[in-house]
């Protein structure tokens, strides 16, 4: 099972890394059964702490606490060569977005990726190129 972010097409990355996932137990079950939604969700690091921001995930049906925020702010597990890395890519302008969201072993891992947002001329040339790679098959 893999949640990938359509959002994420929009990017061009020139990097991709790895990530654990800290979740509840509510929310592990919740991600097996039911699709997360990535609309706005963002990866920023405060205090020297990647956080995912906006990964909403929806609430699990057996859950004892059915008052949680689905929207809560959940941390990154990256080593400190990894988080030092993301954060001077941050420093040079570049964004830090979750492009899926998958199963290893029965660890959540997000896999994020570090780049800038394509323009729309780029996004025509790279489906113009597709394209052209379609006809020639």
Same mark, same amino acid.
């Given at each position: 099972? %893999? !949640?990938?972010? /359509? &959002?994420? *097409? &929009? !990017?061009?990355?020139?990097? =991709?890394?790895?990530? @654990?996932?800290?979740?509840? @137990?509510? &929310?592990? #079950? ?11 969700? /963002? ?16 609430? $699990? =049906? !057996?859950?004892?606490?059915? +008052?949680?925020? =689905?929207?809560?702010?959940?941390? *990154? *597990? *990256?080593? +400190?060569?990894?988080?030092? /890395? ?6 040079? =302008? $570049? ?6 969201? $998958?199963?290893? @072993?029965?660890?959540?891992?997000? +896999?994020?990726?570090? @780049?800038?947002?394509?323009?729309? !001329?780029?996004?025509?040339? #790279?489906? #113009? &190129?597709?394209?052209? /790679? #379609?006809?020639? %098959?």
């Amino acid at each position: 099972m %893999r !949640y990938f972010n /359509k &959002d994420s *097409l &929009d !990017y061009q990355f020139i990097q =991709k890394f790895e990530a @654990g996932l800290a979740l509840t @137990g509510a &929310d592990a #079950k919740s991600l097996r059964i039911q699709t997360p939604q990535f609309i706005g969700s /963002k990866i920023e690091v405060i205090n020297g702490q990647p956080t995912l921001f906006n990964l909403k995930i929806p609430v $699990y =049906k !057996y859950s004892q606490n059915t +008052e949680t925020d =689905k929207t809560t702010e959940r941390n *990154l *597990l *990256l080593s +400190e060569k990894e988080i030092a /890395k993301l954060i001077s890519l941050r420093h040079q =302008k $570049y964004m830090i977005i979750p492009i899926a969201i $998958y199963l290893r @072993g029965k660890w959540f891992k997000v +896999e994020i990726g570090v @780049g800038r947002k394509m323009r729309q !001329y780029e996004k025509r040339a #790279k489906i #113009k &190129d597709q394209e052209i /790679k #379609k006809t020639i %098959r």
